[in-house]
């Protein structure tokens, strides 16, 4: 069954951090390029990073750059994202996908397997 599954989303004080993992079942993770998104009710969905399948290329969105890391596990199948100092604003629900946003042309495949989303609260 080709699965995506996000973890790692808590509650957390600003400055704080949080390791999201996006754990791919029933396909190899690694043929495709993965995006992290996140929404908040009631605005747009807004891509937050991504990360290459070729050359291990990565795109952040001005509002994480330099607080997020994007990376891979091929032999995990599985993609993170780093999140540091965060913010009350990063507070969203973040979901990964086999694609990116598509301000960021990003070498090679994707596809639209999406996960179901982890939810990150950011507030002391």
């Known amino acids: 069954q080709v699965q995506l599954v996000e973890s790692g989303g808590d509650l957390v004080q600003p400055g704080g951090s949080l390791r999201l993992s996006c754990a791919a079942s029933?396909?190899?993770?690694?043929?495709?390029?993965v995006g992290w998104f996140r929404q908040v009710p009631g605005k747009e969905r807004e891509g937050v990073s991504c990360i290459s399948s070729t050359d291990g290329s990565t795109y952040y969105a001005d509002s994480v750059k330099g607080r997020f890391t994007i990376s891979r596990d091929n032999v995990k199948n599985t993609v993170y994202l780093q999140m540091n100092s965060l913010k009350p604003e990063d507070t969203a629900v973040y979901s990964c996908a086999t694609r990116c946003d598509g301000r960021w042309v990003v070498r090679g495949l994707s596809r639209g397997y999406w996960g179901q989303g982890t939810q990150v609260t950011v507030s002391s």
């Open positions: 029933g396909f190899p993770l690694d043929y495709y390029i």
